[in-house]
């Protein structure tokens, strides 16, 4: 009698995946859809593997719709057992570490949240990321917005970046049935620049009519003598 695990690509072969998207470059803001066309779907070349085409290939996404006046096909996963597996490869790809480490770091993130733990959040966080090579580290502001977004998305959760207010964007806004937890990011800079702009713009008001629990949250991530580094500071409303 099979268990409960993922089918699918346990009996696959993902070594190869991992490999591929490291390749390509890791692009934590992957879409779910991705729009190709003819001639982009059929391309394979190898000695410069597209990723898209390979993947929709090899069968880790299907077409779902197409524009016959753009010539366009609309790709996504075939299911959402694929679409999970494939972030959760992803993770390994990025992160360098084992399924292990991943999976324990992720319980540890899920208990933190749900206590509104955030030291033990971003403590979890660093640990996952610790095996990432020094070189692939970028420096810049949405890079580690990006990674933020995409761990909240990995726990099943539904984070919102970008999101608009009368007086600009926040950076995230993260909703669960009692709080909203509201981001802002810093890169070399410091955790309380990073509050005062919450504070500042008031991106909280937004949310001030729900009657939940609002919690604001600036986080600066610094990358000194090859250690990623994390600040941050938490402010209740």
Same mark, same amino acid.
């Given at each position: 009698?099979?268990?409960?695990?993922?089918?699918?690509?346990?009996?696959?072969?993902?070594?190869?995946?991992?490999?591929?998207?490291?390749?390509?470059?890791?692009?934590?803001?992957?879409?779910?859809?991705?729009?190709?066309?003819?001639?982009?779907?059929?391309?394979?070349?190898?000695?410069?593997?597209?990723?898209?085409?390979?993947?929709?290939?090899?069968?880790?996404?299907?077409?779902?719709?197409?524009?016959?006046?753009?010539?366009?096909?609309?790709?996504?996963?075939?299911?959402?057992?694929?679409?999970?597996?494939?972030?959760?490869?992803?993770?390994?790809?990025?992160?360098?570490?084992?399924?292990?480490?991943?999976?324990?770091?992720?319980?540890?993130?899920?208990?933190?949240?749900?206590?509104? /733990? +955030?030291?033990?959040?971003? *403590?979890?966080?660093?640990? =996952?990321?610790?095996? $990432?090579?020094?070189?692939?580290?970028?420096?810049?502001?949405?890079?580690?917005?990006?990674?933020?977004?995409?761990?909240?998305?990995?726990?099943?959760?539904?984070?919102?970046?970008?999101?608009?207010?009368?007086?600009?964007?926040?950076?995230?806004?993260?909703?669960?049935?009692?709080?909203?937890?509201?981001?802002?990011?810093?890169?070399?800079?410091?955790?309380?620049?990073?509050?005062?702009?919450?504070?500042?713009?008031?991106?909280?008001?937004?949310?001030?009519?729900?009657?939940?629990?609002?919690?604001?949250?600036?986080?600066?991530? /610094? +990358?000194?003598?090859?250690? *990623?580094?994390?600040?941050? =500071?938490?402010?209740? $409303?």
């Amino acid at each position: 009698m099979m268990g409960i695990d993922n089918y699918w690509f346990n009996t696959g072969n993902p070594g190869f995946l991992i490999a591929l998207l490291r390749l390509n470059g890791i692009d934590l803001e992957m879409h779910d859809i991705i729009q190709l066309s003819i001639k982009s779907l059929n391309a394979i070349d190898i000695q410069n593997i597209p990723l898209f085409p390979l993947l929709f290939q090899t069968g880790y996404l299907t077409i779902v719709d197409y524009n016959a006046q753009t010539e366009i096909f609309t790709l996504d996963y075939p299911n959402k057992e694929i679409r999970e597996s494939f972030k959760d490869y992803l993770m390994q790809a990025f992160s360098y570490a084992s399924t292990a480490v991943i999976d324990k770091e992720l319980v540890k993130m899920r208990g933190a949240l749900t206590h509104k /733990n +955030f030291e033990q959040f971003c *403590l979890s966080v660093k640990t =996952l990321f610790a095996g $990432i090579p020094h070189n692939l580290h970028i420096a810049k502001e949405a890079y580690y917005h990006s990674l933020f977004h995409f761990m909240f998305d990995l726990l099943g959760m539904k984070p919102k970046s970008e999101e608009a207010t009368s007086r600009g964007e926040s950076d995230l806004v993260l909703e669960t049935d009692d709080s909203v937890m509201v981001f802002e990011f810093k890169f070399s800079k410091s955790a309380q620049d990073a509050l005062d702009q919450i504070m500042h713009k008031k991106y909280h008001e937004k949310y001030m009519h729900k009657n939940k629990a609002i919690i604001l949250v600036g986080i600066n991530v /610094n +990358f000194k003598e090859k250690q *990623l580094e994390f600040e941050w =500071l938490q402010h209740n $409303i």
